[in-house]
Every structure is written in C-alpha cells, then in structure tokens.
C-alpha cells in the first residue's frame, strides 16, 4: 500500500489526520489476519522514526525519505512525490509487490511510476476528489494546480478503482474511469473495538451532542454549534483537532469558540481536542446523537463508529454519507451548511425516544451486516485477485 500523507500510525485528529489514517491502518491489518503480508508506504516526517516499523503480525510500515523529515502540510507533500516514487521503486525491488493499493491522488501519481518501472498492477482509492473539494471550497482550496489533471489521469489509468460510495462511482465514471474497472466497497468499522456496550465517559443529565473530526471549516461544526443555540437543555462536545492544551493556538479551535460566543452557547459548547483512539468508544457511547455536518464528505468514518455504538447519527446528506446513514432508518440526513434542519433533527431526536431507540438499533445491525472490517478486506482482496487475473490475461493475449 502507498499512503504518501495518512500514515496508518499517525494520531488521529491533527489537521492531516483523520478517517484516511484509520482505512489504511485497518485494512492493511484485516488483510494481513487473511494470511497476506503487507508493506506501507508513507512519507517520513519525523526524523526520530525508524525506517521500517512493525504494525502488527504481517504489516510493516516503511518511512520514505521525501521532502523534509517534519510535518509539513499534505499539499506541500507534492512537490517531493516524484523522490517519494523513485525511492519507493528502488526498494519493491528488494520485495516485489504482487499489487500496489494507492491510497489518495499523490500516493497514485507514485504508484503509477512503480508500475511503469516494476510492472506491479495498480488498485486505487482516492478518498477524496478534487474536483468536489473546489466546487465546495473555491478559493479556499489549497491543492495543487495539478491535482485535478493527475486525478484524471489515475481515473483512466488505475488497473482497478475501489469507490468507497456510489456518488463517488458516478463522478470517477464522468472523469473517464471505465465502470467495469470500478468497484465499491465502503470503509470498514472494528466491531470489537466499537460496540453497544462498554465503558461510557462520565457525563452530566443534559442531551448530549457529539461530533468528532478534524477541525477545518468544511467539516461543519460551525454549523452545529449555531443548531445548538436552539436545542434547549443539550450540550456538545467538539473532539478533534490538536491536544487540548494547545486549541488555543489553533485558528479553527479560536474560530469556533468565536461562533459559540456569537450565538450564545459558550457555556454549553466543551472542545476536548484530539483524543486518543482507545477513547473514542467511550466518547460516542456517552452521546445521545451523534452529527456529522460536513460541507462534502467522500465517505466519513465516524458514522459508522457511532452506529456500531448504538448512537443515532445526523448527517449531511453529501457523498458517501448518503450511503452511510440510512436516512429515517439509522439516523437523519440534513442538507449541508443548514444549521435549521440540523436543530430539527436534534430536537426530534431529544424527544421522541421511541424513534431514538429505533435508529440505535438499526444502526448496530447495518454495520455488523455490511461494514465488518473482514467483510471489507474479502471484498478487497477479491479486486486484487481479479486485477492479478487480468494482468495474466493480457500477458499471454
């Protein structure tokens, strides 16, 4: 696997480091439990690192030397990707890959390369799309001029694609992605890990609220916590972003107190900063509802953490979040940036309990029958198969 800026051991919740990092981690591991032995390749942006560091039984991470060895903003990332696909070319040769699985639009630029040097058949994921990032973004958006054309070109070009929504599948199609080289598989959730019972956070007797991202604009909290200043008797915890002790630094923490202060609801509104991940369970099980208001969202993790904790989800109805939250049946879909109908939705689901009870039920069920993180690896390895098949093809044609 190739994840140039989502290591699968980095800390969940800095500003490049989010759902990404948990796909990669645990695919790679469920994978692995299937008798596979897999490499991951990500950037090196610690000089303290080790080369190659062992994740688990079968999974070993290694730390490319690309661009500094600090953290460095992923669109910076970039301009080292071409060092990044040369060294990464140098070293399969030491271990031959059978399959490349790409994660992100600069992790396929390079393993496009390694293909074209090494032969290795390519299977890509893109977790995001630039061109619905700048249609929501505009200005805002910070990619690289090139992203959009390198995309287009991976679209075309991918030996095979797995979409992780259907929206998803429909816009690689109009980029130029043969349908027949698409398949969508959702992201995955580690149903030991998160589970309806276990321990719960402490917490006070009002209605909780609880979204959990990184803190950038388009994830929508402001959205939230303007909703929140009509939800009588409730409170909301905003986890995510850097360590507590230091949101006070953060632009986005500063912004977000300023919106919570502007609609009266500082007092209800508590930022918990980046959290580990052994604590997340006990986070979510603690929430009445859990909300997931971003802008745009080509899948979204948290979702499906939230129902396998038996907690009812808000959502935006965008991307792979449509696929996610059966609306009406595992939570509500609510149109992005509308913080009115997310006020609607948390008030119904405040008080009609019969509905909540509901949603939490149905939700547990959706996951276990459809987003077991070893449902999600069978059906990967199943495209690698078939990628591994085709190449065979092709060679005696």
């Keep these: 696997m190739i994840s140039e800026h989502a290591s699968p051991l980095a800390t969940i919740g800095g500003v490049d480091a989010g759902g990404q990092n948990v796909h990669v981690a645990a695919l790679a591991q469920a994978i692995a439990a299937e008798g596979n032995d897999v490499v991951v390749y990500t950037r090196r942006s610690d000089v303290r690192v080790a080369k190659r560091v062992t994740m688990g039984e079968r999974v070993t991470v290694v730390h490319v030397p690309a661009g500094p060895p600090r953290t460095i903003a992923k669109d910076e990332i970039w301009r080292h990707m071409d060092a990044f696909a040369a060294w990464t070319i140098d070293d399969c040769r030491n271990g031959m890959p059978e399959v490349l699985h790409a994660h992100f639009w600069m992790s396929g630029y390079a393993a496009l390369a390694v293909r074209a040097a090494l032969g290795v058949p390519v299977v890509h994921t893109f977790h995001a799309l630039a061109a619905e990032k700048r249609s929501f973004q505009g200005a805002a958006d910070t990619s690289p ?46 149903l030991a890990h998160f589970t309806r019972g276990g321990p719960v956070e402490a917490r006070g007797g009002a209605f909780r609220i609880v979204t959990l991202s990184r803190l950038v604009p388009r994830k929508g909290i402001a959205d939230v916590i303007e909703a929140l200043a009509a939800v009588p008797d409730a409170e909301l915890i905003v986890a995510g972003g850097p360590e507590a002790a230091e949101l006070a630094n953060d632009p986005e923490a500063r912004r977000l107190a300023a919106v919570a202060r502007e609609y009266g609801v500082a007092r209800r509104v508590f930022f918990r900063g980046g959290i580990r991940r052994a604590q997340v369970p006990q986070l979510l099980r603690s929430a009445d509802v859990v909300v997931c208001a971003p802008w745009y969202e080509p899948f979204g993790i948290v979702p499906l953490e939230a129902m396998a904790c038996g907690i009812p989800v808000i959502a935006s109805a965008v991307g792979g979040l449509v696929d996610t939250v059966v609306d009406g049946m595992t939570g509500i879909h609510v149109k992005p940036r509308m913080p009115a109908e997310i006020a609607s939705a948390l008030r119904l689901l405040q008080t009609d309990r019969t509905l909540h009870a509901s949603f939490a039920a149905a939700g547990v069920a959706r996951v276990r029958s459809f987003n077991a993180w070893e449902r999600i690896a069978s059906r990967t390895l199943a495209v690698y198969q078939s990628t591994l098949v085709a190449k065979r093809r092709e060679a005696t044609a």
């Design 145 to 190: 001029g090139e992203r959009i054309a390198v995309e287009e070109h991976i679209a075309r070009s991918a030996d095979r694609i797995v979409a992780t929504a259907t929206a998803e599948a429909f816009t690689l199609i109009r980029m130029g992605a043969r349908p027949t080289h698409i398949k969508v598989i959702p992201c995955g959730v580690d």
